[in-house]
């Protein structure tokens, strides 16, 4: 028996006992997403510090003023329940630990949900796929949605994918939830009630297990249909309110000449987004394999493959119109762990029954981890010496000025403002200031001036920095004399600031009359 022979046996036996194997890859998993946290900084997640307010909120019992997905807030609310800090930077890494917790629980899962497609070995492959995956482990760090989400999701297709009349029990609970977390669960009551006529059964059969999934669902998703109810008298009515959405709200990033687009327009952008989107969060490993697997998993289209697609479709459907409203590629992560099946049923596909196929294997999953640890180094590279001086200036905001902010910096700000809540207007506050953040886009100072007074806006905040939603905002920091009606009250540089270049100017309204 040669070398190699003796290490494919010792392979073999390793990946035979997947216990191990997913100890192994949920720690190092673990150490990945552990070591790119920034834990000595705050949340860095704009949504993370909304999530963290609101989830203090539900902990002391107040639903006043909710979003309605609130899955995730009332699950971090559990935790919160347990502890009592002096400010929100111990809730931060509560919030931090809990997030990375699920995303290495979800791990199992996918290898469990492989095990349907695939050997053992293979399904490890799977796992690791999704184990390792950049941007699941940069967003589990950021300590929003989507790691519960994933976690519910992936407990909803493993029972559809068993089948039973009680697995569509706990599919409708799960999918239920998963829909309470992020509006696009909605994809797994497709995919649950879908799923029943794939399966050959009697009328009578089919309607029962119909009713079940939908009622399992309602009581599962009740948080959101009772807050819809309470926010606007009808408990799907914001459902229904996506299309007058779609019309009026304008994404976050979006720029100055998307404001008056007709709906066609706004159409062909967010499915352009979406399909800029899949290659993004595909890159660097699954690029590679998705291909081949594609064509391995339609080869044999069965029951299970099926529902696999459909998950992927659905989710591409759902996600079109959140691009309307926000062109985020998180919209799209309930792919990846469907995408690092597909990937290893075809990697399978192509070298079972080959020789030194363990070998094979335990290289390429090395490879994914250097891959993943290089990407998220790269994204990690910041100056900290600016992280450090931004935290300084939401300090220095957040005790020394009182009425309404609008500008740059409102993550630092907000999760520096002592005794942050979120007043009845949805907006960051305490009892001297509120945060507004950026607003609308705005063609021209004109604008941002008329959004302005309508809010009663006290203070610019103002960088550097080129920012597409308002490009009048540079324009204001460099040359500040040109708008009369706008006081600079304070400058990074006179400050000493060595990397943040900010500006903090006071709107006097009776100049602009």
Known sequence: MNVFQKIENKLEFIYSNYFISLIIICSISLALRIYFTRFEFPLESQDAFLYLLQAQQIAIGNFYELPNNIGWQIFLSIFFSFFNFENNFGYMQITRIVSIGIGIAAIPLVYFI??????????????????????????????????????????TIFFILEGKFKHFMIAGIFSGLAFDIR??????????????????????????????????????????????????????????????????????????????????????????????????????????????????????????????????????????????????????FLILPMFSIISAVGIQYFIKNKKNQNLFLLFMIIGIIFLSGNMLRERNDVNLELLEEKEEFGIFVGNSYEGKILGDLYTQIAHNLPNAKINNEGLVSNENLSLVGFGPPSKSIDDLMVFSKENKITYLVIDDKFEKRSPEFVNVYFNEKKYDFLNQVFNSVDEGYENLHVKIFKIDYDKLE
């Open 114 to 155: 492989g095990r349907k497609f695939l050997d053992k070995k293979f399904s490890l492959l799977a796992a690791s796929f999704f184990a390792f995956d950049p941007n699941l482990i940069e967003n589990s760090i950021f300590g929003i949605t989507e790691s519960l989400f994933i976690f519910c999701s992936l407990v």
């Open 183 to 332: 509006l696009n669960g909605i994809v797994l009551l497709f995919v649950s009630l879908s799923s029943i006529f794939f399966v050959k059964s009697t009328s009578k059969q089919k309607i029962k297990k119909i009713l079940l999934i939908l009622v399992m669902f309602i009581l599962a998703a009740s948080p959101f249909f009772i807050l819809d109810y309470q926010n606007d008298s009808n408990p799907i009515g914001s459902i229904f309110e996506i299309q007058n959405s779609i019309n009026q709200n304008i994404p976050s990033n979006a720029d100055p000449s998307q404001i008056d687009l007709k709906f066609q327009d706004k159409l062909f952008i967010a499915i352009t987004e979406e399909i800029k989107h899949i290659f993004r969060i595909i890159i660097p490993f699954l690029a590679l394999f998705v291909p081949f697997g594609i064509i391995s998993f339609i080869s044999k289209i069965e029951f299970k493959e099926k529902i696999i697609i459909l998950t992927i479709i659905f989710s591409l459907i759902v996600a079109i119109p959140q691009y309307f409203l926000s062109v985020e590629y998180r919209n799209l």
